[in-house]
């Protein structure tokens, strides 16, 4: 069976911006609290599509991920997971952000699709939701907000 997940929040801050900051598929552990290293593998450029980040969480996990798609047009990014330890199959992500006109703030939506067994899907939604995505959204606010300061 497959899992679904869909997150999303109000980033404060211009959509430029937030784009600037999340657009590297390298980058991650420049702006996600969680990641600690991260490289693309065979000398590939960080935007070119199918090249694969290679990184660690700060708990020591390894995972390798490909980059399916990016558009600036967008703002948005897709990827798979080609190797995580969590027990997971089939993952795939992606994230979107679109302005908000009103108020020159920024909607940011994140979801994934995977296969995960039933004894561990619990954990692993968890994990993903509000460890990986919601955890994201925070430390975006969190930068922008101290950069307004």
């Not at 609290?33 to 708990?59: H, M, N, Q, W």
């Not at 390894?62 to 027990?87: A, F, G, Q």
């Not at 920024?106 to 995960?116: C, K």
């Amino acid at each position: 069976m497959t899992t679904r997940i869909h997150v999303s929040a109000v980033i404060e801050a211009p959509i430029a911006d937030v784009w600037a900051r999340i657009r590297d598929f390298n980058a991650m552990p420049q702006w996600h609290p969680v990641f600690v290293k991260s490289d693309i593998e065979d000398g590939l450029r960080s935007d070119t599509v199918g090249c694969v980040r290679s990184f660690y969480a700060k708990d020591g996990g390894h995972l390798r991920e490909k980059l399916l798609s990016l558009s600036d047009l967008d703002h948005s990014c897709v990827y798979t997971i080609l190797d995580s330890p969590m027990p997971i199959q089939n993952y795939v992500a992606g994230f979107r952000l679109y302005p908000i006109t009103e108020t020159n703030q920024t909607f940011h939506e994140w979801w994934a699709t995977f296969e995960v067994g039933p004894q561990d899907e619990a954990g692993i939604v968890d994990r993903v939701q509000n460890g990986t995505f919601r955890r994201a959204f925070q430390a975006l606010n969190e930068h922008f907000r101290a950069r307004k300061q």
